[in-house]
């Protein structure tokens, strides 16, 4: 089957599957992750079939929603590799991108590629910069979370499974997640385009925690 022809059935079924996905996990963040992989893979060097599979599949059952469950995204993305005929190879590279690709894994991440460290870096931009802001506060509106309690303070240290079942204050998410992402990217590319990002997201924090306390 024809590289674009692939794409079209891959975009179509993301489509159809993240219909009803919160806000910031949904169809238009796969898009991004898409676009922005593609545009770092080109900077990279590395265009290829796993970029687009990899990165339009990433997030196609996310554990946080099903459960915590983090076989069912590579079992639904072979399952729907394979109805492609997508050879073995490739399927396993795209399987081993999602298993790997998440923050709360990195500690425990097991497989390296280029194509994940591109798909990895598109994903953590994702989360940073303005768009980072608006899923934040849109995922904490959507687990109904404060936006910030000054009594709860940030948890620098969490474990895994604390970090999943997490029910703090989504400002706290800054500091324990969003804001340490710009030294966790894998490529030249990815790093040139967090460094912006990031310093967009310390401004917001410091005139979000000047507004809260009636400072400007």
């Known amino acids: 089957m024809p590289h674009e022809k692939l794409i079209d059935k891959t975009v179509h079924f993301v489509k159809n599957t993240l219909s009803d996905a919160e806000g910031g996990h949904d169809w238009w963040h796969t898009y991004r992750v898409w676009k922005m992989a593609r545009h770092i893979a080109e900077a990279e060097g ?43 190879e490739i399927r396993e590279h795209v399987i081993q991108i999602i298993r ?18 591109i798909i990895q870096d598109a994903d953590r931009l994702d989360a940073m910069g303005a768009i980072g802001i608006a899923r934040a506060f849109n995922y904490g509106g959507f687990k109904n979370r404060p936006m910030y309690d000054p009594l709860v303070k940030p ?21 324990e997640k969003l804001l340490l992402l710009k030294e966790m990217m894998n490529t030249p590319a990815g790093k040139a385009l967090a460094k912006e990002r990031h310093e967009y997201m310390i401004a917001f924090v410091s005139r979000f925690l000047e507004e809260w306390e009636g400072k400007m």
């Not at 946080?64 to 109805?83: C, I, R, T, W, Y």
């Open 100 to 117: 790997n690709i998440s923050f709360k894994n990195a500690s425990e991440q097991h497989f390296r590629s280029p194509e994940l460290d």
């Open 155 to 175: 948890d620098l240290h969490m474990s895994k499974e604390k970090y999943k079942k997490g029910l703090s204050p989504t400002l706290n998410h800054f500091h």
């Open 46 to 88: 590395v265009v290829n079939i796993v970029i687009d599979l990899g990165a339009l599949l990433h997030d196609i059952a996310d554990a946080k929603f099903h459960g915590g469950d983090e076989s069912k995204g590579p079992v639904v993305a072979d399952n729907f590799l394979m109805s492609l005929g997508i050879d073995a």
